[in-house]
């Protein structure tokens, strides 16, 4: 069994790396194989609705780490992100690479287990962590909480490793995490079947 952790922060080493050290090293603990997708520092265009996907399966743009990311996704059993938090939201080029995504290789994610990470100064952390499930609970998959929000805080590099009670909250996340994992390995119990989508909006 295997989790991707994608670290959605410009900065490959800072605290949302130190919360994601935490959550792997649990991981790995539980038997659990991770791997850590960064999503890099360079500019990442948004979606521009022009359905190519539909027809090809990757999005049109594939200057930067959507389709890569994708790719990783297909082998991934379950998904964990994370991200620093700007102005009471997730990273913009996260956000941006996730609406691609979710929407071009749905399949890839759908159904999944998926964990979100907010790392923050102070504040605002809350609004990101909804903002970063939303895509996950439209696309059926078990968002897996912990003890508390799944957040950690500090402001220098490295400085998330002196928040006791974040850092416990990622070991919790990833033995939740691990434990659906197995329950979904075991096959126990089949997933419950979904309904065909039947879509409408309320405009007459």
Known sequence: MKTLLVNGSPRQNGNTSVAFVEVAKTLEAEGIETETFWIGAKPVRGCVACGKCRETGRCAFDDDAA????AKLASADALVVGSPVYYGQPNGALLALLQRVCFSASSAVSGKPVATVAVCRRGGATAAFQCLNMPFQML?????GSQY???????EPGEAAQDAEGMQTMRTLARNLAWLLRIA???AVPRPAGEPWRPMHFIR
Do not use: D, E, F
């Not at 389709?67 to 994708?70: M, P, S, V």
């Not at 059926?140 to 897996?144: L, R």
């Open 140 to 144: 059926n998959c078990t968002i897996v």
């Open 149 to 155: 929000w799944n957040i950690a805080y500090g402001r």
């Open 185 to 187: 390995a075991a096959g």
């Open 67 to 70: 389709n890569a990311l994708a």
